[in-house]
T-cell receptor, first 113, second 114 residues
Framework: KAGVTQTPRYLIKTRGQQVTLSCSPI?????VSWYQQTPGQGLQFLFE???????NKGNFPGRFSGRQFSNSRSEMNVSTLELGDSALYLC????????????FGPGTRLLVL | GDSVTQMEGPVTLSEEAFLTINCTYT??????LFWYVQYPGEGLQLLLK?????DKGSNKGFEATYRKETTSFHLEKGSVQVSDSAVYFC?????????????FGSGTQLTVLP
């Protein structure tokens, strides 16, 4: 079974721009969650989508948004990029949600200049 | 809110040494507890988990026991290998009403020397 895939793997943007990251979950998984990983703040939960609905949300500003499609693929969007948004963005999938094992993708490394 | 506190790293051990990485948590209710491992350049992989008090999770020689009385989930391995070098994250998943959160510790970098 193919694992979680994320595209692109690397991105360079400038302040003020917006960015869209994509995540394809494991087949049969309906829950997709997103995380930001930085050296200073560690791993922080952004949000979780299940059956095209945002079900849980972390403590991030509204510039961070996401969506999920009917095939469970998910996108995350960050608008008006700031230097502090430079991070590794990880997505994870599972069959039913955050209470069970999460299967992580390799991440998208975003650098904001 | 929920929180996970992990032993500060980095940790450097010689091959075949005993490993302990401490993890304590604060959460409401009865969280599920996890250890994830991240190898260089990769995403996280589940190492082991426990869903209720006194459960012991184990995998690849690693073990951790869910201790509700001490709110701890310490990771142990009797004899580490060079290939165990990675970053280890303790995490908890708890629910409050219909909401659920997944909270990670800060991670512990382990380096095993031959």
């Amino acid at each position: 079974k193919a694992g979680v895939t994320q595209t692109p793997r690397y991105l360079i943007k400038t302040r003020g721009q917006q960015v869209t990251l994509s995540c394809s979950p494991i087949s049969g998984h309906r829950s997709v969650s997103w995380y930001q990983q930085t050296p200073g703040q560690g791993l922080q939960f952004l949000f979780e989508y299940f059956s095209e609905t945002q079900r849980n949300k972390g403590n991030f500003p509204g510039r961070f948004s996401g969506r999920q499609f009917s095939n469970s693929r998910s996108e995350m969007n960050v608008s008006t990029l700031e230097l502090g948004d430079s991070a590794l963005y990880l997505c994870a999938s599972s069959r039913t949600g955050l209470g069970e094992t999460q299967y992580f993708g390799p991440g998208t490394r975003l650098l904001v200049l | 809110g929920d929180s996970v506190t992990q032993m500060e790293g980095p940790v450097t051990l010689s091959e075949e040494a005993f490993l302990t990485i401490n993890c304590t948590y604060t959460a409401t209710g009865y969280p599920s507890l996890f250890w994830y491992v991240q190898y260089p350049g990769e995403g996280l992989q589940l190492l082991l988990k426990a869903t209720k008090a006194d459960d012991k999770g184990s995998n690849k020689g690693f073990e951790a026991t869910y201790r509700k009385e001490t709110t701890s989930f310490h990771l142990e391995k009797g004899s580490v290998q060079v290939s165990d070098s990675a970053v280890y994250f303790c995490a908890l998943s708890s629910s409050s009403g219909s909401a659920r959160q997944l909270t990670f510790g800060s991670g512990t970098q382990l380096t095993v020397l031959p």
